[in-house]
């Protein structure tokens, strides 16, 4: 098609553009990775290793593997949160009920990240919504430590990541053949087996996805992580961030954000293979 | 949408109707303030395969949808092998259904989709292997166990979708259009099957269609539905031959539509008279429902319309054009425009007349008048 229109390449440019620069930006952290850090200095010495033979400390194995767990944990429990919703919002009944779910998973997208950690931040803190509410209702005497936990960095990623979970699984679920969940019901299948045995099975293509993407992304926070997890939760983001702003230690910094380029890119790389290969047994597609 | 009860719907269930497969008693269904199946009573014998005939939107689908559990009648109730199932779920009917898709899971193999009623029913492992086996081998599904549905031709993916049916041995055998999606020589062969598979089996079957070539070679008995409600029910030969009205007359094969008219009988003579167009005489034995003084619309098939030959005349002969030949290899269909008549078309045996009356002619037509269906003319 470019061949006979020439005049179709002129709209490649901004993506060219885009990709030209990102690649520049990640050869940029690349080769700061491999040079002395001057400490006082932005300036930065000649070539080195040493920032990688320096990544092999217990701190930094422990900010990865969290990283990875609390990814992890936000990519299952944003499933769990999300598959009811997605499947209400395309099985329900009532145009409206559809209509009004889908404004109320579809708008946090546009609501800043900062703006939703916020809030999260008043819902979790001390004196949040919930500690005033338990303690209200008499459940608690003494307010429970939300703010600055993994439990608090998890719930605030899981909503955060819903509306994309919610979009990706309701895809799926508005593809499943009603014929299909018919005759089940037809064959003595009640309507859990049913859900069990046909509808959950034909939507696993979209619950891989869903997983896959949140995990990514999850990966990859920072904002929530940072004003939730106060320091005290560190993600691999954040490191990267202290390491760079804090310290001042650019190459190290670098370092830090290749580490995690290459673990979401590797994961990802895992997963794409690992669903794959279950889309295949199930022959869902 | 609860039933409204009537006196119909709680009287007792009868031994006759215990005695029979299915009946459906006054059975409604709207839609909103649409008629999607309006009052229909019909009682399938055990073992009887019946064909709901229709076109598009006639409440075939809906009705059998009702019989299946996927569809809440208005009113009304379904009775199957005695027991009232108007509100039983679908999962607990016992019913098997063919689906025109197919509707076989695509993550299962053969093997596990035929399975799959037995799983439900928590049957023991040996059984559904044997059950399973049984319905593979009835099926000629062999070794095919482990291939995926997706894998199969459309041929096939029907005799999966049978042999699932089958296989949880069903009270009554819905099969919803499930020809529609083969092509022709395919289709022609699944009938036979489906026949077959009928004389087997003994299985209760109801069989949706559109189409009426299928409903004429596979049916005991076919229930031609229009608009929601049940036109006729009959043996297919005494569906063709005696239609009950217009629409069933117009919908089972090709016919011929008279203007309305007036039985008489003159000089000893039975005959149709026709206003503008003089009297055509009946044989000796006239149609049945003949009676003079009776307005009639008379009905007759291609077949029963036959060119006259040369220097022929009589009382039951017209003169019109021929508007077309449609040949179809091995008979010719002729559209003759007769004068105060409208389209007559006749069915003639080879391609003769294509050559012998060609488009333009006047051509000569001798009805057949005792092989008429012979309709109020207020239809």
């Not at chain 2, 290899?329 to 003759?336: E, L, M």
Request: glycine letters at 8%; hydrophobic letters at 50%.
């Amino acid at each position: 098609m470019l061949a006979r229109r020439p005049f179709f390449i002129t709209f490649l440019a901004p993506a060219v553009l885009t990709a030209v620069i990102l690649a520049a930006a990640i050869f940029e952290v690349l080769q700061y990775s491999v040079r002395e850090f001057i400490p006082g200095s932005l300036n930065v010495g000649g070539f080195t290793l040493a920032n990688f033979a320096a990544l092999n400390k217990p701190i930094y194995w422990w900010v990865l593997a969290d990283t990875f767990f609390i990814s992890l944990l936000t990519a299952i429990f944003s499933l769990l949160a999300s598959y009811p919703v997605a499947y209400a919002l395309v099985r329900a009944k009532k145009d409206w009920v559809r209509s009004a779910l889908v404004s109320l998973s579809i708008t946090p997208l546009f609501t800043g990240e900062i703006v939703r950690t916020f809030s999260w931040m008043l819902t979790l803190g001390t004196d949040g919504f919930i500690n005033s509410m338990l303690r209200k209702l008499g459940v608690i005497d003494m307010p429970i430590q939300l703010m600055y936990t993994r439990f608090g960095v998890v719930v605030a990623l899981v909503q955060f990541s819903m509306p994309v979970m919610i979009i990706l699984l309701a895809t799926a679920i508005a593809h499943v053949d009603r014929d299909c969940e018919k005759a089940a019901a037809n064959l003595g299948a009640s309507p859990s087996a049913v859900f069990w045995r046909i509808t959950l099975p034909l939507t696993v293509p979209g619950i891989l996805s869903g997983i896959v993407v949140v995990f990514a992304w999850t990966m990859s926070a920072f904002s929530t992580p940072q004003l939730i997890g106060g320091g005290k939760i560190l993600m691999i983001s954040n490191l990267a961030y202290l390491q760079g702003f804090s310290v001042l230690n650019l190459p190290f910094a670098a370092t830090l954000s290749l580490v995690a380029l290459v673990c979401a890119l590797g994961s990802l790389a895992l997963m794409k293979g690992v669903t794959s290969r279950i889309e295949r047994r199930l022959a869902v597609n | 949408m609860t039933a409204t009860p009537t006196q119909e719907a709680s009287r007792p269930i009868t031994s006759q109707e215990a005695g029979s497969a299915v009946d459906i008693v006054r059975v409604r269904k709207d839609f909103g303030s649409a008629v999607g199946v309006a009052d229909v009573s019909l009682t399938i014998r055990k073992g009887e395969f019946v064909t709901l005939l229709g076109p598009s939107g006639c409440g075939k689908s809906t009705l059998l949808g009702m019989i299946a559990g996927f569809v809440t009648p208005t009113a009304g109730k379904i009775v199957v092998d005695g027991a009232d199932i108007t509100d039983l779920e679908p999962y607990r009917r016992d019913i098997g259904m063919v689906f025109q898709s197919y509707a076989l899971f695509p993550h299962m193999n053969v093997h596990d989709n035929i399975a799959f009623g037995l799983k439900m029913r928590k049957l023991p492992a040996a059984q559904i292997e044997a059950e399973v086996r049984r319905a593979i081998s009835m099926m000629k599904l062999d070794g095919f166990e482990n291939r995926r549905v997706r894998q199969l031709s459309g041929g096939q993916q029907q005799r999966v979708a049978l042999a699932r049916a089958i296989v949880i041995r069903p009270k009554v055998l819905l099969l919803d259009e499930p020809l529609s999606a083969l092509d022709k020589n395919l289709r022609a062969q699944m009938q036979v099957e489906l026949s077959e598979l009928h004389r087997k089996t003994g299985l209760t079957t109801i069989f949706v269609t559109h189409d009426q070539g299928e409903a004429l070679s596979l049916s005991d008995r076919i229930v031609v539905m229009n608009k929601g409600s049940v036109q006729q029910v009959a043996a297919p030969v005494e569906l063709y031959r005696r239609p009950a009205n217009g629409f069933v007359a117009s919908f089972i094969g090709e016919i011929n539509a008279l203007p309305p008219g007036r039985c008489e009988v003159k000089d000893g003579t039975a005959s149709l008279v026709l206003p503008g167009i003089g009297p055509l005489a009946f044989p000796a034995t006239p149609a049945a429902g003949f009676a003079p003084g009776r307005q009639v619309r008379a009905f007759l098939r291609p077949e029963h319309v036959r060119p006259a030959s040369a220097g022929e005349a009589g009382p039951n002969i017209v003169t019109g054009t021929v508007e077309a030949h449609i040949y179809q290899g091995s008979h010719t269909i002729t559209r003759v425009v007769v004068e105060g008549i409208g389209l007559i078309e006749t069915r003639v045996t080879g391609a003769d007349i294509v050559a012998s009356a060609p488009v333009g002619t006047p051509l000569a037509l001798a009805f057949d008048l005792g092989e008429a269906v012979l309709l109020d003319a207020g239809e």
